[in-house]
């Protein structure tokens, strides 16, 4: 069982930074890779960017690429989420998840534990 809970959301200009944390509970916290989604108003909820157990593999999505980095800290139980140049689209819930579906890394089905969300808001 792990339980995950998300901080660091706020209201941004466009071109601001944020960084994003997931605390996790659970011992076996290090076995799980470790991803974050986000969900805007009205759409489903998309896949972001996704880390493996030993942050030996990230993966992101094409709209992020070169703009957010995901880290973990396994001593720390904590998933990270750093966002640069963030763009009024940006805006959303950002969700963290656990999982241990390494070919499922970029969908939601992949992830069987997940946070509550924190919202992100980027102004232009």
């Known amino acids: 069982q792990v339980q995950l809970v998300e901080s660091g959301g706020g209201m941004v200009q466009a071109g601001g930074s944020l960084r994003l944390s997931c605390a996790a509970s659970g011992r076996t916290f290090s076995s799980y890779g470790l991803g974050w989604f986000r969900q805007a108003p009205g759409k489903e909820r998309e896949f972001v960017a996704a880390i493996s157990w030993s942050s030996s593999i990230t993966y992101y999505a094409d709209s992020v690429k070169g703009r957010f980095t995901i880290s973990r800290d396994n001593a720390q139980r904590t998933v990270y989420l750093q966002m640069n140049s963030l763009k009024p689209e940006d805006t959303a819930v950002y969700y963290c998840?656990?999982?241990?579906?390494?070919?499922?890394?970029?969908?939601?089905?992949?992830?069987?534990?997940w946070g509550r969300g924190t919202q992100v808001t980027v102004s232009s």
């Open positions: 998840a656990a999982g241990r579906s390494p070919d499922k890394r970029n969908r939601a089905g992949g992830y069987d534990y």
